[in-house]
Every structure is written in C-alpha cells, then in structure tokens.
C-alpha cells in the first residue's frame, strides 16, 4: 500500500510563494505519474500538474508558469513550488500517485491566499 503525506500548506498573502512537499512510501516516484490536485469549497477536484516517467509535465492554464512540480526520486517526494499565488489558488491540495490500474492520493493540505 503506497502512502502519500503532504506538507508545507498554509496561509500566505497575495503574491506570495509556498512549496508543498509530497512524501511517498515505497518507489513509486521512480516509477509512476505523480500529480498535484486541488478542490476549492464548492468546486469539483481539478489538476494542478502532473508529471509522467519520461519528464512528461503538464500545468493548468491558470498555474502555467507560475507553479512548478518536480520529484526527488532518491527520497521518493515530489514537490509543488507555487509562486505568484493568487487568492483564487485557495484550496486544499492533494497528491495523487497513478501506477498501472492503482490510483493512489494524500490527505490534502490546505493552502490560503489572502488578498
């Protein structure tokens, strides 16, 4: 069973940057997709970024080039740099791990954006 911690959330003013850290159980940052998701009150969950074996990266629109994810396979995390964070980021964030038909996510770390 793959378990999946996240750390780093908090409270930041507009503008400001936070780094979430996703802490896996096993290899499965070698070796599978790792993502970033996030679920605002009221909204559907949606993704943030994911990256595939092969560096294959991809961003929402609204977080293009303003977050960055990139993973330490050595010690199996994964990491959501947000810089330039916007109120509307508000959410809680989750890490996913996808592997073959297994389907793995964290607890969820929330992150707030104050005006």
């Known amino acids: 069973q793959v378990q999946l911690v996240e750390s780093g959330g908090g409270l930041v003013q507009a503008g400001g940057s936070l780094r979430l850290t996703c802490a896996a159980s096993g290899r499965i940052v070698s070796f599978g997709t790792m993502g970033w998701y996030r679920q605002a009150p009221g909204k559907q969950r949606e993704l943030v970024a994911i990256l595939a074996p092969g560096s294959n990266i991809r961003y929402a629109d609204d977080v293009q080039g303003r977050f960055t994810i990139s993973t330490d396979r050595a010690r199996n995390k994964v990491f959501l740099q947000m810089n330039g964070l916007k109120p509307e980021d508000t959410a809680l964030y989750y890490c996913?791990?996808?592997?073959?038909?297994?389907?793995?996510w964290g607890q969820g770390i929330q992150v707030t954006v104050s005006p």
């Open positions: 996913n791990a996808k592997l073959s038909a297994y389907d793995y």
